[in-house]
């Protein structure tokens, strides 16, 4: 589904002594079948501006646009209810959101509020256990007898079974070990590889993840959006990033560096330990020391 903010405001505690202004009238359009990741300083506005893309919340002014939905100030929830089951946040801290008694009842619980038979909606849930990692001989377990990590993972296989067609996680790795990290990570992709109009909106931290990952990254600061574009382009704006106080990833770090002590003319954009290796090679070639490594 396609995603278009128009003049899109949000004010926490409106009229009252604490307003806060979050989102301070930006446009942006995200094409369907993308992924994307939403990158920025803690406070910027990341969580505030993709809860309006399932109506969690809805804008103090301006539009916003998701697939055939239009929600506005004034847009009833009921409008809303639709759209919920094609547009799926993954919070963070998923794994606070459990709350049945078995492994499988909490995954199959959504798809049977939309609709599906109790027996498809198990057999959906089944299919999304497995593909997040956890063992068939956990499904009956309560979910709380398991890791965090699990935990996690059960979590998001009930939003991978509701079968949605945008897919929103806001900072899904976050406290995971680094294996964990990848390995959720991967299943998001190929969760979003396996069909066209599949997107996925990621706000994270790591800027790994955004590089590799995605096909655009947007960057918001103070409640509005900076910068849209693909990873090379954005992160090759590594001072603009740092006065937001944003990294860029340690591929980039690493070539930004032998850029600025050789005066070299080269690219910075790699974000793949074979990439990087390519461009440190390159430029050992261009230095005339590449016959001695
Ligand atoms: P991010 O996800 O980029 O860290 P948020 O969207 O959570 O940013 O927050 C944007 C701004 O709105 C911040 O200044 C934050 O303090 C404020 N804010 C977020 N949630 C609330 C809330 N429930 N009540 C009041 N202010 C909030
Ligand atoms: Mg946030």
Redesign the pocket.
Same mark, same amino acid.
């Given at each position: 589904m396609q995603i278009k903010a128009d003049n899109l405001t949000y004010k926490?505690?409106k009229n009252t002594p %604490?307003e806060?202004e979050?989102?301070k009238g930006f446009n942006i359009t995200i094409p369907e079948g993308r992924f994307t990741s939403v990158i920025?300083?803690?406070?910027?506005?990341?969580?505030? %501006?993709i809860?309006h893309l399932n109506g969690l919340l809805k804008p103090s002014s301006g539009t916003v646009a998701v697939g055939d939905w239009t929600i506005r100030a004034d847009t009833k929830q009921k409008h809303l209810y639709e759209l919920r089951r094609h547009a799926s946040i993954v919070f963070q801290f998923p794994e606070h959101q459990l709350f049945h008694e078995t492994v499988l009842s909490d995954v199959a619980y959504g798809p049977v509020n939309f609709g599906l038979s109790k027996l498809e909606a198990e057999k959906r849930a089944k299919e999304y256990l497995e593909l997040a990692g956890i063992h068939p001989d956990m499904f009956d377990r309560s979910p709380f007898d398991l890791s965090g990590g699990q935990m996690r993972r059960v979590a998001i296989a009930g939003v991978l079974a509701l079968n949605p067609k945008l897919l929103i996680l806001?900072e899904p790795t976050a406290g995971l070990d680094p294996e964990g990290q990848v390995k959720m990570m991967e299943l998001f992709y190929d969760w979003f590889q396996e069909k066209k109009e599949r997107s996925i909106i990621l706000?994270t931290h790591q800027m790994e993840d955004a590089a590799r990952y995605s096909d655009e990254i947007v960057l918001?600061d103070k409640?509005t959006v900076k910068d849209q574009g693909r990873p090379h382009q954005v992160f090759s704006k590594a001072g603009e990033l740092k006065a937001m106080g944003l990294s860029v990833p340690e591929s980039v770090k690493l070539l930004s560096m032998l850029r600025e002590q050789s005066g070299e003319d080269m690219s910075t954009a790699a974000f793949t330990l074979e990439e990087t290796v390519d461009q440190v090679l390159e430029f050992l070639r261009k230095r005339g020391v590449s016959d001695r490594v």
């Open positions: 926490y505690m %604490f806060k979050a989102l920025g300083h803690t406070g910027s506005g990341k969580s505030t %501006f809860q806001d706000v918001m409640g």
